[in-house]
């Protein structure tokens, strides 16, 4: 491949507001690369469901999730922004003590019937192909260590081809929602070998570190 100028989209704050600017970077730059896969995080199916909508048939699409029945202590959810401490704070007034972080199996499924494959991802496994938690990715942007996370999960469960380049959306995590991370990675047989080739859109500023 040639030298190439790449743009990247640098947004002011993470959140849900900048998944539909994050579609259409990655589409445009999975037209530009010719690439045939899509990985997507999705702790609601709200994010999938759009990506499949959005992506139609150019690529097959992996959503991939936590194991089922997985919930997040309120005391996680981010509170580093306003709207995000005033959604934490409408939580704790209703009582709610802990929040879904991964698809039900009636969203996993009603997903595939859209045309997606679902992936749940098993840490053992995640843990003992990668002997790591990619927690050093944090630094530059929790977005992108998520996204490199279900790049694995997906890889581990034979979703995605050995050796193939691929787009992953991800989004803030814990609270935010949506997708503000775009990534291309090239995958491997042994995560030494595996690659983060473009980082096509990410908050410009990383939320805290996840912790828990």
């Known amino acids: 491949m040639d030298d190439q100028l790449l743009e990247v989209m640098l947004y002011a704050e993470p959140g849900p507001e900048n998944t539909e600017r994050t579609l259409e970077v990655a589409r445009s730059r999975l037209r530009a690369l010719s690439l045939e896969h ?13 990506a499949i909508e959005f992506f139609g048939s150019e690529c097959s699409v992996v ?10 202590p309120l005391s996680k959810l981010h509170t580093y922004l306003p709207r995000f401490r005033a959604y ?5 007034r209703r009582g709610v003590q802990a929040v879904p972080v ?3 199996v ?4 009603a997903l595939e ?27 530059y942007g929790v977005g992108v260590r998520v996204a490199l ?13 050995i050796d193939a380049e691929f787009l992953a959306l991800a989004g803030t995590g814990f609270g935010g929602g949506g997708a503000d991370t ?3 990675v090239r995958s491997a047989e042994r995560w030494l070998d595996w690659r983060l080739l473009e980082v096509l859109a990410r908050p410009r500023v990383s939320p805290p570190t996840e912790t828990g």
Do not use: Y
């Open 38 to 50: 899509l990985v997507v995080a999705s702790d609601t199916g709200k994010t999938a469901r759009r």
């Open 63 to 72: 959503v991939v999730s936590n194991p089922a029945g997985m919930k997040l």
């Open 88 to 92: 934490r704070d409408a939580l704790a």
């Open 102 to 104: 991964s698809l039900t």
């Open 106 to 109: 009636e969203q996993g499924a």
């Open 113 to 139: 019937r859209e045309g997606a494959k679902v992936v749940r991802i098993d840490w053992r496994r995640f843990q003992a192909f990668t002997k790591s938690g990619l927690r050093s990715f944090d630094w």
């Open 149 to 161: 996370c279900v790049s694995v999960a997906a890889h581990l469960e034979g979703a995605l081809p």
């Open 182 to 184: 775009a990534v291309v």
